[in-house]
């Protein structure tokens, strides 16, 4: 019992990284309707950019929110000087552009900081807590707590405010959005910078756990993609529920089915997201999109 | 006291000239039709004067050459436009459609009014407060459409074909809440409309388009007099 709630709490926790990046996912996809292959890559940068500023002898917390901020405005410059020109185009082209940018910024961190592993500082104690006879580990706990509370102040912003409203008045049509004097394309841009945001907090949460490497997203981001597509690409609470099914499937069947073991068991999402489809092919929670004439 | 004016708007789509001069003007608080085939370039010049496409010529509003101007920008001085299709926000609320029309403005209590206001206009609309733009049969959308725009307290309401697709029955009630609207705080409106005899219940005057050029344009008396009128756009 005591190592089945600590494999569901590191699957949680695994989990809510993907969900993080999962849900960066979605949000550019409401806005601009494409699919931005590069959250992954932009995450790592982020994840970067906090580590090169602890190096500096800056402290833990405080460059992990200048990596915020960098995030926001990385995010709001590649809406506005790469993307804006592919928005209206072909979507295959715009999708390819994605690509290339995780190609690129992937190449700009290992000429930047090489491609050795780096050792990022965990903002948790490696210290574990005694619940119901399990050692439940902080940095496990402390993932969840901060990505909850993220996804609860992204919940809150967008129900509950004016810029929130206005964010998802242009997701659903930009034009008509413009109608009614709202500037789509800054708001475009804040989209891009929430959603790099919560790029940048995946990233800073799981780096000292993966240690920093250029590639150290790659599976997260492919994680993710099953989370959104097992979720539903119109259903954020989806998406999330997804992604910690998938954390936590994983590690379970990682140590109880025993052929699977810890090589196979990046296979379980995938496996998963095939019987879905065929059941669902709007995702778990999505909404099959209706074209009325 | 002219509004809006047009003249010699050229606009077209990449290599497809749609409007070849269109000439018209809108006096402050009238109400102006444009009558026209399909295809004669009545929504192209709505969109024209909105940004959404890129004009030639002159279009002056209030004094000021607003040619060129992106949508946002346009409808921050004053342009309110509902377009064809209603461009209802479909998955938000009608409480969430009307605050979205409402969001250049700065004044809380203002808004409320306006809303309390619009919701007793359109009866239907109150009892679908909270239910989704989308779940609004096609009338109740475009009342939607047009209380949204109001939102915006414009000076100018341009209207794209609000009678599409709706049942005679509800078009007449589009169009009596639309004329009450007008009444009421005295807006003016440029108003692109298929059905001329439903247009005459709210314009005063109209200009009447061919292939991109605007050919004619009288008072609505004048023009409901003349037979080609009646043979092209009142049905006999």
Redesign the interface.
């Known amino acids: 019992m005591g190592t089945f709630i600590q494999l569901v709490v590191d699957g949680l926790a695994t989990g809510s990284v993907y969900a993080a990046l999962a849900l960066a996912i979605v949000l550019v996809n409401q806005a601009t309707g494409l699919i931005n292959f590069a959250q992954g890559g932009m995450a790592v940068l982020s994840a970067y950019v906090a580590w090169w500023f602890t190096t500096l002898g800056v402290p833990l917390i405080l460059a992990i929110l200048i990596a915020v901020l960098f995030s926001f405005v990385l995010g709001a410059v590649i809406e506005r000087y790469v993307m804006r020109r592919f928005e209206r185009g072909d979507p295959d082209t715009a999708v390819v552009v994605t690509i290339g940018l995780l190609t690129l910024i992937t190449g700009v961190c290992g000429w930047l900081w090489s491609y050795n592993n780096r050792q990022m500082p965990s903002l948790f104690p490696l210290d574990t807590v005694q619940v119901l006879g399990a050692a439940i580990s902080v940095r496990s706990l402390g993932t969840i707590v901060v990505i909850v509370a993220i996804m609860l102040l992204l919940q809150a912003l967008f129900l509950g405010t004016k810029l929130g409203l206005a964010l998802r008045a242009v997701a659903i049509n930009p034009q008509s959005a413009s109608f009614s004097g709202l500037p789509v394309g800054r708001l475009l841009m804040t989209g891009w910078g929430l959603a790099a945001v919560l790029g940048a907090v995946a990233g800073a949460l799981v780096a000292p756990q993966l240690t920093l490497t250029p590639g150290m997203m790659d599976t997260a981001l492919v994680y993710a993609l099953a989370a959104v597509i097992l979720g539903g690409l119109s259903s954020p609470l989806g998406v999330v529920l997804a992604a910690w099914l998938i954390g936590v499937l994983e590690n379970l069947a990682a140590v109880y089915v025993p052929f699977i073991g810890h090589d196979l068991k990046v296979a379980v999402p995938f496996v998963l997201i095939f019987i879905v489809l065929l059941v669902r092919p709007q995702g778990l929670f999505g909404r099959r999109s209706v074209v009325r004439v | 006291m002219t509004l809006l004016e047009l003249e010699d708007v050229t606009a077209g789509y990449g290599p497809v000239q749609v409007l070849d001069g269109v000439s018209l003007s809108v006096p402050e608080g009238g109400a102006v039709g444009i009558l026209g085939a399909n295809g004669a370039g009545k929504t192209t010049t709505l969109r024209a004067i909105?940004g959404?496409v890129r004009a030639g010529g002159r279009i002056t509003f209030d004094g000021q050459d607003i040619r060129g101007r992106?949508?946002?920008q346009v409808?921050?001085i004053g342009i309110?436009?509902?377009?064809e299709g209603r461009?209802?926000?479909?998955?938000?609320t009608v409480r969430?459609n009307l605050?979205?029309?409402a969001?250049?403005r700065k004044d809380r209590k203002g808004v409320q009014e306006d809303i309390d206001y619009l919701l007793e206009l359109f009866p239907n609309l109150k009892e679908r407060y909270r239910s989704a733009a989308s779940a609004l049969s096609g009338g109740e959308q475009q009342m939607l459409a047009v209380a949204?725009?109001f939102?915006?307290r414009p000076r100018l309401l341009l209207l794209d074909e609000a009678s599409l697709g709706l049942a005679p029955s509800t078009a007449k009630n589009v169009y009596d809440a639309i004329r009450r609207l007008r009444a009421e705080s005295g807006i003016a409106m440029l108003v692109v409309e298929q059905n001329a005899n439903l247009a005459f219940t709210l314009v005063d005057s109209a200009t009447v388009l061919e292939t991109g050029r605007s050919v004619l344009t009288g008072s609505s008396a004048e023009l409901r007099g003349m037979d080609e009128i009646r043979r092209a756009y009142l049905g006999g």
């Open positions: 909105t959404v992106r949508p946002e409808a921050a309110a436009h509902v377009p461009g209802t926000l479909a998955d938000l969430d605050r979205v029309g969001y250049l949204r725009a939102m915006a």
